[in-house]
């Protein structure tokens, strides 16, 4: 999997449209809302050789261990992890709270089952026994749902290096072999989360058509194919609001990395729940990647999250599992689930004044109940809905959840539009910084637009739907021209941009400069990892920085101020978890 995070929906691997073909075999994957994915084999093993090579690692582990094929061999023989158990691991992602799992059977052509069609499986590794064998039993036991990950692409990585330049190749009976002996031998198989593909489509389509064939009731990502895909699957980002065709984020809990890398730059609690709840609102679902150890346990940070994310669920998963994203769209404010005759508000703004305004709903509130922590006061009007929330209420660390109780049901209004589209005052600004060790964007850029994303959207799907490159370029010229701000694809996905300060930065800064003063009410801010511990935003005035907001947890960071203006805005990084900061996103409205 490649490791990119922007908050847009880029829909790796498109869907099709929610039809009544779709609906029976859907329905329980859109009920659930939350699912843990697994990415487990001897890469976890690798940082060590990798460094002995002579080569740096790098973001993510996966783009860094190009080590040959032989030297690979070498290591996955090794691999014994004594303290795996499949049993402990699938009580912890029931308690977690997710109803189903995603185990990567075949990543990096390894195969964590004992495969009669190679030697590179588990059966040739110290450990030896079946993990896939283990893990389809357990999660059965535990009553999960059950995905099996498998890729396709890398094959240098397998006994047939080049067999995939030639149709007739030996290499694609190889992998057709491989996946019906996964649909065949461990009972009934849920999902198959495809990933990569042929380049050749009628290979592509022997896959689908035999999985279909054995596991009738299965569903799959688009990776393989487009058309046949029964839903999204955003890598590394936030899908936005979408009710037209399912859609899952699937994120890493441990930084960029799919892989455990050390167990460095875990998400916080806060965070993962926040992009839970996002994903719910947004019309989709989360399935949280757990890298484990390559002894077999899972980290204590990693555990820690996901018990508190099952206790967090136990006490308002009402308002997430069963659900369906809106009434409103979601928005800087955050995002809303709907069930019933109840609306769930989740609030994910910093909001200086308290007070969330939302355009009212055409119906009548008959009471509301703020379950979190805190106080609200709510008042409702003809054409709003009014929220007064106190200091607790509005804790950056605190997921903000409001009941509305409706004379009607929320389910047949349609979505309601919250934020006004308009350009970031930083668009085309001037970006500078204390230190860059990235800086995929020139640095007289502004770092992402995500006001942008309906476009970057449209431009994606095209991509994805396979629309020439030529009318994907005319289409980005004109909204170009529409907007006077420049778009940028990055090489393999979009929008591979971001800074990051360099190694030995000890006070870290970005800076964006509109070029002339402006007056700005909100700051929206993406990091790109879970580092930054200790923050301040500053403004500059009469030669010297002012500063207007200092936290504890940037990651994903939203905030509305009284109006500031200002000409030059940095981001002010005071202690970090030990890396390098890095910022993917930087708007101010």
């Given at each position: 999997m490649v490791a990119v995070f922007c908050l847009s929906f880029t829909n790796t691997g498109c869907s099709a449209d929610k039809n009544n073909e779709t609906e029976d075999k859907m329905q329980w994957f859109r009920d659930a809302k939350f699912g843990i994915f697994v990415h487990w084999n001897h890469i976890s093993m690798l940082a060590p050789y990798i460094e002995e090579e002579g080569k740096v690692?790098?973001?993510?582990?996966?783009?860094?261990?190009?080590?040959?094929?032989?030297?690979?061999?070498?290591?996955?023989?090794?691999?014994?992890?004594?303290?795996?158990?499949?049993?402990?691991?699938?009580?912890?992602?029931?308690?977690?709270?997710?109803?189903?799992?995603?185990?990567?059977?075949?990543?990096?052509?390894?195969?964590?089952?004992?495969?009669?069609?190679?030697?590179?499986?588990?059966?040739?590794?110290?450990?030896?026994?079946?993990?896939?064998?283990?893990?389809?039993?357990?999660?059965?036991?535990?009553?999960?749902?059950?995905?099996?990950?498998?890729?396709?692409?890398?094959?240098?990585?397998?006994?047939?290096?080049?067999?995939?330049?030639?149709?007739?190749?030996?290499?694609?009976?190889?992998?057709?072999?491989?996946?019906?002996?996964?649909?065949?031998?461990?009972?009934?198989?849920?999902?198959?989360?495809?990933?990569?593909?042929?380049?050749?489509?009628?290979?592509?389509?022997?896959?689908?058509?035999?999985?279909?064939?054995?596991?009738?009731?299965?569903?799959?990502?688009?990776?393989?194919?487009?058309?046949?895909?029964?839903?999204?699957?955003?890598?590394?980002?936030?899908?936005?609001?979408?009710?037209?065709?399912?859609?899952?984020?699937?994120?890493?809990?441990?930084?960029?990395?799919?892989?455990?890398?050390?167990?460095?730059?875990?998400?916080?609690?806060?965070?993962?729940?926040?992009?839970?709840?996002?994903?719910?609102?947004?019309?989709?679902?989360?399935?949280?990647?757990?890298?484990?150890?390559?002894?077999?346990?899972?980290?204590?940070?990693q555990k820690a999250v996901l018990e508190g994310m099952g206790k967090w669920l136990d006490k308002y998963g009402k308002g997430i599992y069963k659900t369906e994203g809106g009434p409103y769209v979601s928005g800087n404010w955050g995002t809303s689930t709907r069930i019933d005759d109840k609306v769930y508000i989740y609030l994910f703004q910093q909001l200086e004044d308290g007070v969330l305004e939302l355009p009212a709903l055409p119906a009548k509130v008959l009471n509301y109940s703020l379950l979190s922590e805190g106080n609200c006061e709510f008042e409702q009007t003809p054409n709003?809905?009014?929220?007064?929330?106190?200091?607790?209420?509005?804790?950056?660390?605190?997921?903000?959840?409001?009941e509305l109780k409706l004379d009607k049901s929320p389910m047949d209004i349609d979505p309601v539009k919250t934020d006004t589209f308009n350009i970031p005052l930083t668009a085309d600004c001037e970006v500078t910084a204390s230190s860059q060790k990235f800086f995929i964007t020139p640095p007289n850029t502004v770092i992402y637009h995500s006001k942008l994303d309906p476009y970057v959207g449209d431009i994606m799907r095209q991509r994805n739907e396979m629309v020439e490159q030529?009318?994907?370029?005319?289409?980005?010229?004109?909204?170009?021209?529409?907007?006077?701000?420049?778009?940028?694809?990055?090489?393999?996905?979009?929008?591979?941009?971001?800074?990051?300060?360099?190694d030995d930065d000890s006070i870290p800064w970005i800076e964006v400069n509109m070029k002339e003063p402006v007056t700005f009410s909100q700051a929206h801010i993406l990091e790109h990892h879970n580092r930054i511990k200790d923050f301040e935003l500053q403004y500059f005035e009469n030669n010297a920085w002012v500063s207007f907001y200092r936290g504890k947890q940037l990651n994903y960071f939203y905030y509305k101020n009284k109006p500031i203006t200002a000409q030059r805005v940095r981001i002010l990084v005071h202690e970090t978890t030990g890396g390098p900061p890095a910022v993917k996103m930087f708007d101010l409205f």
């Open positions: 690692p790098g973001e993510d582990i996966e783009q860094t261990k190009r080590l040959p094929f032989d030297r690979m061999k070498e290591i996955h023989k090794k691999f014994n992890p004594v303290n795996y158990n499949a049993d402990e691991w699938l009580k912890l992602f029931k308690r977690s709270g997710a109803k189903y799992l995603t185990f990567t059977t075949y990543h990096t052509q390894i195969s964590m089952f004992d495969n009669p069609y190679t030697d590179y499986d588990i059966s040739n590794t110290l450990y030896k026994k079946d993990i896939v064998k283990e893990i389809a039993e357990a999660t059965r036991r535990e009553g999960l749902k059950l995905f099996w990950y498998y890729g396709i692409a890398q094959p240098q990585w397998t006994d047939y290096p080049d067999g995939h330049k030639d149709i007739n190749s030996p290499y694609y009976d190889y992998i057709y072999n491989s996946v019906e002996h996964l649909l065949t031998n461990y009972g009934k198989i849920d999902g198959m989360w495809w990933d990569g593909r042929h380049p050749y489509q009628e290979r592509n389509i022997e896959l689908i058509e035999m999985a279909k064939k054995h596991q009738p009731h299965i569903i799959m990502t688009g990776r393989l194919s487009r058309e046949h895909g029964d839903f999204g699957t955003p890598e590394q980002q936030l899908g936005t609001f979408n009710l037209d065709w399912d859609w899952e984020s699937c994120i890493p809990i441990e930084g960029v990395n799919w892989h455990y890398y050390g167990g460095k730059d875990i998400k916080s609690l806060s965070t993962c729940l926040r992009m839970l709840v996002s994903c719910a609102g947004g019309g989709g679902n989360l399935i949280l990647n757990i890298s484990p150890m390559p002894d077999g346990s899972i980290q204590p940070e709003k809905f009014i929220f007064s929330f106190d200091k607790i209420a509005s804790n950056p660390d605190v997921v903000t959840v409001v030529k009318e994907r370029q005319a289409f980005m010229t004109k909204k170009q021209n529409e907007f006077g701000i420049t778009f940028k694809l990055g090489p393999r996905h979009f929008k591979q941009r971001y800074w990051m300060a360099a």
